[in-house]
């Protein structure tokens, strides 16, 4: 089959993600193991390739969100350890234990459901228990903890593999509800681990890994930072640098005269002569609707304001400062350069989220290519 010219594609850096894997271990300490959080494929640079580049930087185990991302990784011939930090369907409790993918309980049914899948298998199930200590979405409730605890304790064909939680505000600006969330994980550990005294114990995100040491117990789950991306207030705690950039190619170059509109609802009127330049990739690929009249690009290393709507497949940018503009020149939408003008963080900021968004954000019909980049 011929293949056809991309118009928009992302480069995956597989260096930097091994990099700041590596940096962010020896923070921890070598003592300390570290999950690599590759759902939600890799945060958008692919899955496979951001767990093996992790894995190289000295990951010990991987963390993903469903059954079907765990069962993707063995599929691959990765044989690291896997929890799926979600959910799990009692009818795959079974399918994920004959991969060798860990399961988080949080309710007697679960617990009930992984001892029945580990009875017909004849072998135990694995499962890490998930404790809500104040994010209030999956875990157990201080008040069920001595319930659940007996449960586990009592079921045949189950091996409690650890004791965790997630923070709700370890980015915040001031720490005192996350130091008053792991307080009551660590009674909470200290009431159910005599049962399990084997339990790997993990409560740490990437915000917590950096600002608080007494998170990290047997375990980290840096996300966000693998990536190259410091939480808010952890800026310069360990060097990081991104691995993703995204970009197209430029379609038409067009001037348009001062008074004239660009785009639907014709939102930018250019105020002056200008040269505006089509751009390959919209919305359907993962720039932001919210980036028209706001966001920037790079176009020969040169900042331009991205103007008018942003279409399903299509952007408009001022290209008025920049020489050289010609149907394929290629733009960069996202990434390192220009003083970190276009990376997630900064597009995040101008659009009023996060970089965890903008870099899942990119959508499967951009394809992935890896590079490597020394740092």
Known sequence: ????????????????????????????????????????NGYGHGMLVAARAALAGGADWLGVSSIAEGLELRDDGLEAPILNVGWTPASDIGV??????????????????????????????????????????????????????????????????????????????????????????????????????????????????????????????????????????????????????????VSQVKRVAAGEAVGYGHTWTASADSMVATLAAGYADGVDRRNGNHGRVLVHGVVCPIVGRISMDQAAVDVSEVDGVIPGTEVTLLGPGAAGAVDAAAVAQRIGTIPNEVLCAVSARVPRVTVRRPA
């Open 1 to 40: 089959m011929t293949m056809a010219t991309a118009t928009k594609w992302a480069e995956v850096d597989v260096d930097a993600i091994t990099d700041n894997t590596r940096a962010l271990k020896r923070f921890a300490g070598r003592q300390c193991r570290m999950m690599a959080m590759v759902k939600a």
């Open 96 to 249: 994920a234990a004959r991969a060798d993918i860990d399961v988080t309980v949080f309710s007697r049914e679960a617990v009930d459901a992984a001892s029945y899948a580990g009875r017909r298998l004849g072998r135990p199930v694995r499962v890490h228990w998930k404790l809500d200590t104040g994010m209030g979405r999956l875990g157990t409730p201080p008040g069920a903890v001595a319930e659940m605890c007996g449960a586990l304790h009592g079921a045949a064909h189950v091996t409690v593999g650890g004791l965790f939680t997630h923070f709700a505000a370890a980015d915040a600006e001031a720490l005192e509800a996350t130091r008053r969330q792991h307080q009551r994980f660590a009674e909470l550990v200290a009431q159910a681990r005599p049962h399990f005294a084997d339990a790997l114990v993990h409560s740490a995100n990437s915000a917590a890994m950096l600002r608080l040491r007494e998170t990290h117990h047997d375990m980290t789950r840096p996300g966000i930072s693998l990536y190259g991306y410091a939480p808010p207030h952890c800026d310069g705690i360990v060097s990081l640098r991104p691995a993703l950039t995204v970009k197209t190619l």
